[in-house]
C-alpha cells in the first residue's frame, strides 16, 4: 500500500536525536518558553528571512494573535472586513472570526487554486481593512497584484503560510505558519509561529501568547496561553535544517507527475514556476473523484480529499450556506491530493503514474 502520507517514515530519520532532546529538555528542568524556543524562533526568523519569529500553540493560534494584535496597536478595529480565498482551510477563516474580524470570501483561481486576483477589489467596502493571503498546496499567490489592491485600497497584508513552509517571496508581510505534524515541517504535535519584521507586532504577540504578560503576573492585555512547546521547538530544532532538502523531493516528484500523467479525465495542477511552489499536496480535479479515488485504492494508492466540503456549505455556517461560490464548489467536488512526500520511493511514484494512466471511466 503506497500510504498518502507516511509520517512515520518522516520522522524516523530523525528519532535517535529526538530522544536526545528529549532528554535535555527533560534534564533541563524548564519547560515553558526555553533555550529550544529561544533557538527555533532565531532559526526560524532567519530561514524565512524575517527578523522575527514568535512561537505559539499551532496555526490557527498564529492567525488570531496576529490579527489581534493588530487591532490593540490600533491598525484594525473589531468588525474590520478581511479579504480571504473561499476555498482555504477552515482554519484561516475561524481565525479572522476568532479576532473579532469579518471575512470575506472571494473566488479562487481555478488555475492555481489561489485568490482570483481579479475578483478582489468588487468585494472591497469602506469596512474593508486587510487581506489574508493564503498560499493553498503551497503554491504562492499572485502577490504582485495583491500588494498592488493593498497599495491602492490602503489594506493590511497578513499570509497564511501554513501550506508554504520554505516558500521565499520577498516582501515584509507578517506570515503565520502551522508545524502541525503533516506539514512540510512538522512536529509531533501542534505548534506554531508567526514571523514578521515588524518589532513591536512581535513583541505584543510574545505577551499575548503568554497571558498578555511581559513581566510574570503582570498582565497588559487580555492575553491567551499559547506557547509554543519546548519539545515540540526542539524536534521542530532537529528538522528544520532538513526542509529545504525535503521541499526539493517534493517538487522533485511533482515534475514526474506533472511531466508523465496523460489522462484526459484527469486536471493537473497548474506550475508556471517551481521556484514558487513547494507542494505541499498535489491536487489533481476529476470530474468522476469518488470513482477515481476508489479505483486507486484498489490499487492500492491512497489519496485524500483536500477539502470535500466548502467552509461556506459548512454546517458551522448556516448563514452562508446559500451562498454561491461555483469555482469553490467545483474544487471541492473534484479535487483529489495525491500521495507526495520526501520519502515516497522513484518506484512509487512510477506505480502512481502507470495506474493513473490506464484509469478509464
Ligand atoms: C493547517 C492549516 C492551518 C491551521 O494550522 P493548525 O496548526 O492545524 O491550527 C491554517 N491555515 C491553513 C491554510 C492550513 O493548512
Known amino acids: 500500500m503506497i500510504k498518502f502520507l507516511d509520517l512515520n517514515k518522516i520522522n524516523q530519520p530523525y528519532f535517535e536525536l529526538f530522544q536526545e532532546k528529549l532528554k535535555q529538555v527533560s534534564n533541563s528542568g524548564w519547560y515553558i518558553l526555553g533555550n529550544e524556543v529561544k533557538t527555533f524562533e532565531e532559526n526560524f526568523a532567519s530561514f524565512c528571512k ?95 497584484e495583491i500588494i498592488d489592491i493593498g497599495n491602492k485600497h490602503n489594506l493590511l497584508i497578513v499570509e497564511d503560510a501554513a501550506q508554504a513552509h520554505g516558500l521565499h517571496f520577498v516582501g515584509s508581510y507578517t506570515r503565520t505558519y502551522s508545524f502541525y505534524p503533516a506539514k512540510n515541517l512538522g512536529a509531533l504535535g501542534d505548534a506554531g509561529a508567526v514571523v514578521t519584521n515588524d518589532e513591536k507586532l512581535a513583541k505584543l504577540i510574545q505577551s499575548l501568547r503568554n497571558y498578555g504578560s511581559k513581566k510574570k503576573y503582570f498582565n497588559d492585555y487580555q492575553g491567551f496561553n499559547s506557547r509554543l512547546d519546548e519539545l515540540q521547538a526542539a524536534f521542530l530544532n532537529v528538522k528544520l535544517p532538513h526542509l529545504t532538502a525535503d521541499n526539493d523531493k517534493r517538487k522533485h516528484i511533482a515534475k514526474r507527475y506533472l511531466n508523465k500523467i496523460k489522462n484526459t479525465k484527469i486536471v493537473l495542477p497548474n506550475c508556471t514556476d517551481f521556484n514558487n511552489h513547494v507542494f505541499h499536496l498535489f491536487v489533481i480535479r476529476s470530474e468522476n473523484r469518488e470513482e477515481l479515488q476508489r479505483y486507486l485504492l484498489e490499487n492500492e494508492i491512497e489519496t485524500l480529499i483536500h477539502y470535500p466540503v466548502a467552509p461556506h456549505k459548512q454546517r458551522a455556517f448556516t448563514e452562508w450556506n446559500n451562498l454561491s461560490f461555483p469555482i469553490t464548489e467545483k474544487i471541492h467536488n473534484q479535487a483529489l491530493s495525491l500521495p507526495i512526500s520526501p520519502v515516497m520511493t522513484d518506484e512509487e511514484v512510477n506505480y502512481v503514474i502507470e495506474i493513473l494512466n490506464k484509469w478509464t471511466f
Request: net charge negative; aromatic share 6%.
Open 50 to 144: 524575517s527578523k522575527y519569529c514568535v512561537g505559539v500553540g499551532n496555526g490557527l493560534d498564529a492567525i488570531v494573535l496576529t490579527f489581534k494584535a493588530y487591532i490593540e496597536l490600533g491598525v484594525l478595529n473589531e468588525g474590520d472586513e478581511v479579504i480571504v480565498p473561499a476555498n482555504t482551510y477552515i482554519a484561516s477563516i475561524l481565525g479572522i472570526i476568532q479576532s473579532g474580524l469579518k471575512p470575506v470570501m472571494v473566488e479562487p483561481n481555478l488555475a492555481t487554486y489561489n485568490i482570483n486576483t481579479q475578483l478582489i477589489e468588487e468585494k472591497i467596502t469602506s469596512k474593508t481593512k486587510a487581506i489574508l493571503v493564503v498560499h493553498l498546496y503551497g503554491q504562492l499567490a499572485e502577490m504582485h
